[in-house]
């Protein structure tokens, strides 16, 4: 009946060749155009899972309490030497974003502003506040100097005051080196022409600067654009060019970096690009000297490439008709129609061949093949749209829209193989075939699979059995950041913050009621050995509060009047500034004969050095010196007047970021341990949502989303292998053909596994899609093997079948395989399992089919 159907199709596209070709030309056109027109992809990675799901809701939730937290820029301001120049540059760059409402939406620091400035102290532990306090006294003398004088000539100026007392025996000269230390090295790298700025906070409290303290964040939400790939790009390149202009370039000690959600998004597309201009050309040049070998016929190829180009753009239309947007899975309808449509062109193409070689007639020969191949197609094209149809229902919505695009573009392949197709061959009549285009080579082969069947298939049956024990193994990859270049700037920035406990994106945050409620439940989680430290709106109500205000209140008793002299000094000349550094350079020198090697002797030649120069090394002393002093003097007085902090005494700002209008508190739930590490994540999702099950952020998200596309594919493939059971023994009526056709599948399945278990390359985002391109093709090309086994031919790999198979292989293992070569480590995994998967198809089909089907029955 199908071989009926398909003949009469194809008689009838062979009446009027030239009228079929000219329709569907003019149909691909129009079709074009509209898919031109209607051309839309929506990068918003969001909607890839169904948000009808609880998670998704629960997310959804909390992303509307607290919509200043979705879709954030997170800038990176490190300072190589001076916390100083983080501050300056992340306070300009909150001023540059907060000016540009056509690009930013909302613009924050959430380690700066006033509050911090002024009550930063009284965060850290009673006893470093008295150190700190201490510290600032004994530099009592320098800081008014400063105040008084904020130049070169005042620092240089308190320096030698300082030496005058070492000389005169009221301090030791041991007690200076760690400010001397300081400044030599910002003096000696100016000398050198290297950048350095001096560390004030350092010269104050005597400390060297900690990781945090040289590091500032302004988080921002852009405006994005979901029609580009990349979205924030708008942003992220005007961002990058203000920093660059306002000299925030590592060549001047900060660096400006950029990640968080969208900066990942983005760069994740174009690494995805990368590269792949060069490499579809390679693979494309590839494919076609394949198509030759198989074809040995530019007319054949021409044939099979334009009935090719016009299925993909119905395919394409359709696509945008059904769905409107393609997301970020859908876009590969196209990569999967490319690589199973070509198999239908080649199996008709080369049966045409073998066909045209017993005809010597064109129309007798395609009438032929469309007998011959007919059937098999149809139900390839059928088990294979069958296979993408069973993802429709599915929660993974991504793969669900590219279930229905590429089922439906099974349809229309063999559709257009079974009418363009045989037309434009009529038309462009490929010659002759002198010689039969099987493999006569191959008939040793097909004695020994047969001869030899026993053993053949008790070897098959062994590997099966121990595939079967490795495949447990094969673990999903449930982090996402496996599958992003760790060279981009995002991902490179991401991990340097993970690496930090307290700036690790992998935090579980809880929508609670009340603050009293969030409190009580903070309680509760921070006792878990799974949790390292519980973020809420009371972590910013310091503890101890009376005894820190005392110390600075003293503090400021005794600096305020140094800090606030009732005159400044006019700023000096290059004169003044040169004599004061000629002054304190020989002083040093004298005081540090003693020890060549010393802080003293050191900076002295480093001011002598300095001297030699003349003016010409004012501006840039000044610049690492001097440029930020005032705003540091500012900073330090406004810390020594801390205010009495409670949760009403926040600023609107702050309280915001971890309060709703109506009430509802935010908890962040901060991991103990390696939090990319697959068993501490899961084990702390686990024990926080087992006391909040509510709990959402990005650690629930991995593992849902995990979860979800696990078991989409899992119900999706059980419904294709049933929907595709129930069609083969609708048409094949024999159990044991069934089996035929799927055994080779699942075997090809087992090994695919297994040797995925041994090369250490899990299941993940992005290779998962190698599962429904399995079925197909697998399905398709053992079809083909049956059906020509049950029509009473021998001999399958001396065959024309398996000229086809091969070559159809061998043209979609080359299309995907350049996938492999990618610089985007979740595209490369992608091509290595296809490549993998069709070479064991391949295997399967070539070698254990025949076996299993036997020496043929009269």
């Not at 000297?289 to 054949?300: D, E, K």
């Not at 820190?548 to 009732?566: E, F, H, Y």
């Not at 000094?569 to 290059?574: E, H, I, K, V």
Request: hydrophobic share 50%; glycine share 8%; with cysteine.
């Amino acid at each position: 009946m199908l071989a009926r159907a398909v003949v009469g199709l194809v008689r009838l596209s062979l009446r009027a060749p030239a009228g079929v070709l000219i329709a569907c030309l003019i149909g691909a056109t129009l079709l074009g155009i509209y898919a031109a027109t209607h051309f839309n992809i929506d990068a918003d990675t969001n909607k890839l899972i169904s948000p009808e799901l609880p998670w998704r809701q629960r997310e959804a939730q909390f992303e509307k309490a607290f919509p200043q937290n979705v879709d954030l820029i997170a800038i990176v301001i490190d300072a190589k030497d001076a916390p100083g120049q983080a501050e300056d540059a992340a306070a300009k760059l909150a001023e540059w974003a907060g000016s540009h409402p056509e690009l930013f939406k909302t613009v924050r620091r959430p380690d700066g502003g006033e509050f911090f400035k002024r009550n930063g102290l009284i965060f850290l532990p009673t006893k470093e506040v008295q150190q700190v306090a201490d510290q600032l006294i004994a530099s009592q003398p320098l800081l008014g100097q400063l105040a008084a004088d904020p130049s070169l000539r005042g620092l240089f100026t308190a320096i030698d005051l300082a030496l005058q007392g070492v000389t005169h025996g009221d301090i030791k000269l041991a007690e200076l080196d760690a400010p001397l230390n300081e400044i030599d090295g910002t003096v000696a790298a100016a000398v050198a022409g290297r950048p350095h700025h001096l560390s004030w906070s350092g010269l104050f409290t005597g400390r060297s600067p900690t990781i945090q303290e040289l590091r500032r964040f302004v988080l921002v939400q852009p405006i994005l654009d979901y029609q580009a790939l990349e979205p924030g790009a708008k942003a992220r390149d005007a961002i990058h060019q203000f920093a660059a202009q306002s000299g925030f370039t590592p060549d001047q000690g900060v660096t400006v970096r950029l990640t968080g959600p969208v900066a990942l998004s983005d760069e994740e597309f174009a690494t995805v690009t990368q590269g792949a201009g060069s490499a579809t050309l390679v693979s494309l040049a590839l494919v076609c000297l394949i198509l030759f070998m198989a074809l040995h016929s530019w007319r054949i190829i021409v044939a099979i490439v334009v009935t090719l180009l016009t299925g993909l753009i119905a395919s394409a239309a359709f696509a945008f008709a059904a769905v409107g947007a393609l997301n970020l899975i859908s876009v590969a309808f196209a990569v999967l129609f490319i690589g199973i449509a070509v198999d239908f062109g080649i199996q008709f193409s080369v049966r045409y061949r073998d066909e045209r070689y017993r005809a010597k007639d064109l129309d007798e020969a395609l009438l032929r093949t469309a007998r011959g191949i007919g059937g098999p197609l149809f139900l390839a094209s059928a088990t294979t749209a069958l296979g993408f149809y069973s993802f429709v229902p599915t929660d993974y919505s991504g793969v669900s829209e590219l279930g229905l695009i590429a089922g439906t573009s099974m349809i229309i392949a063999l559709f257009l193989n079974l009418t363009m197709l045989p037309a434009t061959l009529k038309l462009l009549r490929p010659a002759g075939e002198p010689e039969p285009i099987g493999f006569a080579w191959a008939a040793g082969i097909d004695a020994f699979l047969v001869r030899r069947r026993g053993v053949v298939l008790g070897v098959t049956a062994a590997v099966a059995v121990a595939a079967m024990f490795a495949l447990p193994h094969w673990r999903f990859d449930f982090d996402p950041l496996n599958l992003k270049d760790p060279h981009t700037e995002s991902v490179s920035t991401l991990f340097d913050l993970m690496a930090d406990p307290s700036t690790t994106p992998y935090t579980i945050d809880i929508l609670e009621k009340s603050v009293a409620d969030a409190q009580a439940l903070a309680d509760r989680i921070e006792k878990l050995p799974e949790v390292a430290q519980v973020v809420s709106v009371a972590s910013f109500v310091p503890e101890d509060q009376d005894d820190k205000l005392a110390i600075l209140n003293d503090a400021q008793m005794l600096l305020g009047p140094t800090l606030s002299p009732p005159t400044v000094n006019p700023p000096p000349d290059d004169a003044a500034n040169l004599a004061a550094l000629g002054k304190a350079a020989k002083d040093l020198a004298a005081l540090g004969a003693a020890a060549p090697d010393g802080p003293a002797a050191r900076l002295a030649r480093s001011l002598d050095a300095a001297v030699q120069r003349g003016p010409e090394i004012l501006p840039v002393l000044n610049e690492m010196i001097i440029s930020g002093l005032p705003r540091r003097l500012d900073e330090l007085r406004l810390s020594l007047m801390p205010q009495r902090t409670t949760l009403e005494t926040l600023p609107e700002d702050l309280k915001r970021a971890w309060v709703t209008p109506d009430g509802q508190a935010r908890l962040e739930v901060f991991p103990k341990g390696n939090a990319r590490d697959p068993e501490v994540l899961r084990h702390f999702v686990a024990a926080v949502r087992a006391i909040a099950p509510e709990a959402t952020g990005t650690p629930v998200t991995i593992q849902e989303s995990g979860d979800t596309v696990v078991g989409a594919f899992s119900r999706a493939g059980m419904l294709a292998v049933a929907a595709i059971t129930v069609l083969l023994f609708i048409v094949l009526r024999r159990i044991r053909d069934v089996l035929l056709v799927l055994g080779p599948l699942a075997l090809a399945g087992l090994l695919t596994g297994a040797t995925a278990v041994l090369i250490g390359l899990p299941l993940n985002y992005a290779n998962i899609i190698t599962l429904p391109l399995l079925l197909g093709i697998g399905v398709a090309f053992d079809i083909y093997f049956v059906m020509r086994w049950r029509a009473g031919l021998g001999g399958p790999l001396q065959s024309s079948t398996a000229r086809a198979v091969l070559f159809s292989a061998l043209t979609t293992m080359t299309a995907f395989g350049s996938l492999a070569l990618s610089s985007h480590p979740g595209t490369s995994e992608m091509g290595k399992l296809l490549t993998m998967a069709l070479a064991y198809v391949l295997l399967c089909t070539l070698f254990v089919l025949p076996a299993l089907l036997g020496r043929l029955k009269p």
